[in-house]
């Protein structure tokens, strides 16, 4: 359950008690009105009618009030489940706009976001050339380039744009500095072809893609449901410095058919996380409020899907290209 704090004028006491009563939320606390004739009103919703909530809150409402959401550890005496709200709990616990909150922040392009990818890469070029699993998965789970590819699809469930440009800018500018600081590290690094942390990152198959799918599905489950610790091993499992970071050792030290291997890699973790977000934010029923809104995140949904499918399309026609001439050799 959360906290929904309203602020708001005093003539609408009413009709934010009628949204509360009609969604059978109970109204915690109304108080006085200040000098300006606004009131705070408290009201403790459930996870299945939060949504639905603050929808009606802001149609009744707009932009001329406040409307805060509050975590609670505990509410006493403890709600016994209806069993009616079986289908009801298998829908999105965490609202829009706690998603967006929450995901928006991780892409944003700033000093924070750039020193992170800038020390993962040091770390998980090192640990792949040295072959040493512990420092892979470290890198992994500090890197943060996962992040601004959940914000892209979550932009396009939305149809928010700038969301979805500050999603690309960031993904791009990650990618960007991982490849040039590893193709440093090729140039002057003694390459170690006997890793095999390294060579797996240039091996890409079917079972790569599956991989990518599942992940990218399970990163935004975790997100909608509330379970966000399920992320780090997304970040492990579906990780886009491995790759990044071979890509850029390889040809740093001119082992451009190497190379390929991993650039295949990238591509498809990138593809795959994007279309299976996708899919599982519009399976969730993750959307915009507004009719003009769902339209455009409609549009914007078709687009973002073709282009995903036609790119793994793609992919996968070089996979099989790639298989059947590495098996002529």
């Excluded at 505990?74 to 069993?83: C, I, N, Q, S």
């Excluded at 449901?225 to 886009?240: E, K």
Aim: include cysteine; glycine fraction near 6%; proline fraction near 3%.
């Amino acid at each position: 359950m959360k906290l929904i704090e309203v602020i708001t004028d005093a003539q609408n006491l009413k009709p934010v008690t009628s949204i509360a009563e009609q969604h059978n939320s109970e109204i915690n606390w109304v108080g006085s009105a200040d000098e300006q004739g606004r009131q705070l009103i408290r009201i403790l919703v459930s996870d299945e009618d939060r949504q639905s909530v603050l929808d009606a809150l802001q149609g009744l409402l707009g932009e001329t009030s406040k409307i805060l959401v509050l975590s609670l550890e505990a509410v006493l005496p403890r709600k016994e489940p209806d069993p009616s709200d079986k289908e009801t709990n298998e829908a999105v616990t965490t609202t829009r706009e706690e998603l967006y909150s929450e995901i928006e922040k991780n892409a944003r392009l700033d000093s924070t976001y750039l020193l992170l990818v800038f020390l993962s890469t040091i770390v998980v070029a090192i640990g792949l050339i040295e072959d040493n699993v512990a420092v892979v998965i470290g890198a992994m789970v500090i890197a943060p380039l996962l992040g601004p590819n959940i914000a892209l699809a979550l932009g396009a469930a939305l149809g928010d744009m700038p969301l979805m440009w500050k999603a690309i800018k960031t993904t791009l500018a990650g990618i960007a500095l991982a490849l040039f600081l590893s193709v440093i590290l090729g140039i002057f690094y003694p390459l170690n072809l006997d890793s095999h942390e390294l060579m797996a990152r240039t091996d890409v198959g079917l079972d790569s893609v599956v991989l990518a799918l599942a992940s990218g599905a399970a990163a935004v489950i975790s997100l909608t449901t509330g379970l966000a610790s399920v992320l780090v091993g997304v970040m492990v499992a579906v990780a886009l410095l491995p790759p990044t970071a071979t890509l850029g050792i390889m040809l740093g030290s001119g082992q451009v058919k190497l190379a390929v291997g991993a650039a295949l890699l990238l591509a498809v973790n990138i593809v795959c996380v994007n279309l299976a977000a996708k899919i599982v934010f519009w399976i969730r029923g993750v959307k915009p409020r507004s009719w003009l809104e769902k339209q455009k995140a409609n549009q914007s949904m078709v687009t973002y899907l073709v282009i995903w499918v036609l790119s793994l399309t793609f992919l996968l026609v070089v996979i099989f290209i790639r298989k059947g001439l590495l098996k002529g050799f």
